[in-house]
């Protein structure tokens, strides 16, 4: 019997460029969750696809003197490649120049029409040419588009509207009653707030067809084609047969997920929504939107050369690697930086160092210590219950935090549970176990756990890292697909049989040594510049310095400031006391994920209000452009307290 359905989508991208790192990050993540919706048997449907109609794509047709239409043809096939590379499981591919596609379009404004939700006016205002939006004078920001500054043109025509303005209430109504409708709870908010602080107007649908040529043609007047984003959102409907396999649709609707970053959070949730409900139709369960990458601290850009092509990355490190980081670095939600210099970082500490060579170590051992055979685990001993209880803790709560897409939390659980293990291992020395009979059945339960844990952490690895995952199990002499063992099924530990033959194979991540790690960056995108090191005249002396108390501390509490995108009130313990800080890092880290960190507290400073609250003291933090790494410590057990100097 099939599982409970799982309907989960990406925007559709524009064919007016390459894909690039940004297009792969919500792609990659909506892979994350189709593959483990799918290991816990639910009956999934991924989409993805591509956005070709508009003037976007238009122009950038014209650049290349191609027809639009050859032109979608061939940047189409790039999306599909880069998705085949990254390994994203898609179930179906969407064009929006597909005929079906463009049949459901006509037929959900045919219906509008009839309805009387759709009506002929006049509308003069001003135009954004490249995003394709109207604006009123009032939006304007000095004279030009307030969403990407460029050049707006005023044009007065007759065109076809479609009526959202009337929904606002409902629309408030049905954000407020539904919770998890738009994630996280700061756009939530965000859109609440845009809702409630304006008129909302009607939308304007249609463009004459001598102003803009490349669309669908509207139903019943030949004379226009439809407003790119009517046509665009229509997708998540065409896309699981709507209207015309109204078994696929009526199996498949609504969408458990669309994904989207939080450039496009307006239009799915103030325009689909009001469209959804304007057709008859149930709203998806949640829309989530989340941040967004930045190179070094600046936005991507062709002008400034800074785009990151995924292709290249790819080349260079492998899909893997990158699946890994565009969903370890950064909570997904919050704005992210990204460099190849935090990648390479990245794959040599979690990937190559704490992974690979847990993986590689236990094999190895297994090999010299038991004939190349999972033992047989003997009686529990010291460690073993922590070592079961960590692994079932993260299996415990895996649900829910795919619930809310805490990819970033979930990866830290795995890579607690590798660490535990690493660290296992070095407690129960099994060289040492092996040099005496008496303590054979202690090194057998050793070395069973340690691969038990290894088998868990392949099937929790999975979504993220599949072919990794596939190599570990098989390298553990199991034959199963990683993609067919429920997650659920972990809780009980001692799934792996014993007696399995493990086989070595090469490492799982090869470290990228110095001199690659150069080569790499040396072509890499240009690092933000640093702030100018202090002037001779204002050094200060060694006494001077020695008046700065500073302490290492560990945040024990986190939580935004009300009203402030910056600021996060942490409560940091610092042995002798606890002291509330006020740090302006709230764009950098996630509430949730500072809980527990050491950090260093200048302890001696006057306490200073900030928005009203109180700070004793200050975090220390390394700083360039919007991005922020907080100072701490290098390894070794520092207790709160411990003066820093
Ligand atoms: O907006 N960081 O297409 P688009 C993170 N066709 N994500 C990014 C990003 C960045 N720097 N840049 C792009 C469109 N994205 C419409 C969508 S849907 C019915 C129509 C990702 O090619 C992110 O998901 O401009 C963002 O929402 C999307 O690409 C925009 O892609």
Excluded at 285 to 292: C, K, L
Excluded at 309 to 335: C, K, S
Excluded at 387 to 393: C, D, H, R, T
Aim: hydrophobic share 40%; glycine share 8%.
């Amino acid at each position: 019997m099939p599982g409970k359905k799982f309907y989960i989508t990406t925007p559709i991208y524009y064919v007016n460029d390459q894909p690039h790192i940004g297009h792969a990050y919500t792609t990659i993540a909506a892979d994350v969750v189709a593959r483990y919706k799918r290991q816990r048997g639910h009956d999934v449907f991924f989409l993805t696809g591509v956005d070709e109609h508009g003037q976007k794509v238009q122009e950038a047709a014209k650049k290349r003197n191609v027809p639009p239409k050859q032109h979608c043809d061939e940047l189409c096939v790039r999306f599909k490649d880069l998705w085949r590379a990254l390994h994203i499981s898609n179930d179906y591919f969407i064009r929006t120049t597909d005929e079906a596609h463009k049949d459901a379009v006509r037929s959900a404004l045919q219906k509008l029409h009839d309805k009387g939700e759709i009506y002929k006016g006049s509308y003069e205002g001003w135009y954004c040419l490249p995003d394709e939006r109207f604006w009123m004078e009032k939006d304007l920001v000095d004279g030009n588009c307030p969403e990407c500054g460029r050049k707006v043109e005023h044009i007065k025509e007759y065109n076809y509207f479609f009526k959202m303005g009337s929904r606002k209430d409902w629309l408030v109504e049905h954000i407020r009653s539904h919770p998890d409708f738009i994630q996280p709870e700061s756009r939530r908010n965000e859109v609440l707030g845009f809702l409630l602080s304006k008129d909302l107007g009607d939308l304007c649908i249609s463009r004459p067809k001598e102003r803009l040529a490349w669309g669908i043609p509207l139903p019943f007047d030949e004379g226009y084609v439809t407003y790119v984003w009517f046509d665009a959102l229509l997708n998540y409907a065409s896309g699981v047969g709507y209207p015309s396999d109204e078994k696929q649709f009526r199996t498949r609707w609504p969408a458990s997920f669309h994904l989207v970053g939080k450039d496009i959070l307006t239009t799915h949730s103030v325009y689909w929504s009001t469209m959804l409900e304007a057709l008859g139709l149930p709203l998806p369960e949640s829309i989530f939107a989340h941040g967004w990458w930045t190179i070094n601290g600046r936005k991507m850009s062709k002008s400034l050369q800074n785009v990151v092509e995924p292709n290249q990355l790819v080349d260079e490190f492998g899909a893997e690697p990158i699946r890994y980081f565009l969903l370890r670095e950064v909570p997904f939600g919050l704005d992210g930086d990204f460099s190849r210099h935090a990648l390479i970082g990245r794959i040599n500490s979690d990937l190559a160092n704490n992974l690979g060579n847990l993986f590689s170590r236990a094999l190895q051992m297994i090999m010299k210590f038991s004939g190349g055979e999972v033992p047989a685990p003997g009686a529990a001993g010291e460690g073993d219950a922590e070592l079961k209880s960590i692994a079932g803790g993260i299996v415990e709560g895996l649900n829910a935090q795919y619930q809310v897409l805490a990819f970033s939390k979930i990866l830290a659980s795995i890579w607690h549970l590798v660490d535990f293990s690493n660290k296992y291992i070095v407690v129960n020395e099994p060289w040492s176990l092996a040099k005496s009979d008496e303590k054979r059945a202690r090194l057998n339960t050793v070395l069973y756990n340690v691969a038990e844990s290894l088998r868990i952490t392949a099937v929790l690895i999975y979504p993220f890292m599949p072919q990794t995952a596939g190599r570990m199990l098989d390298q553990l002499g199991l034959k199963t697909d990683a993609s067919g063992v429920d997650p659920g099924s972990l809780k009980e530990w001692g799934g792996l049989p014993s007696g399995l033959k493990v086989n070595l194979g090469d490492a799982l991540f090869p470290r990228i040594d110095e001199k690659r790690a150069k080569k790499i960056l040396a072509g890499a995108e240009p690092a933000a510049l640093p702030d100018q090191a202090t002037e001779e005249k204002d050094r200060i002396t060694i006494e001077d310095f020695m008046k700065v108390d500073l302490r290492a501390g560990v945040i024990r509490e986190a939580e935004r400031i009300e009203k402030s995108k910056k600021l996060l009130k942490l409560k940091v313990d610092i042995g002798s006391e606890t002291r509330q800080v006020c740090a302006g890092i709230a764009e950098s880290y996630a509430p949730e994920d500072l809980l527990g960190k050491k950090i260093i507290l200048v302890a001696n400073l006057q306490p200073a209000k900030l928005m009203g609250i109180e700070s004793q003291g200050m975090v220390l933090a390394a700083s360039a452009g919007d991005r922020i790494i907080l100072a701490g410590f290098n390894g070794g057990e520092v207790g709160p307290g411990w003066k820093v100097k």
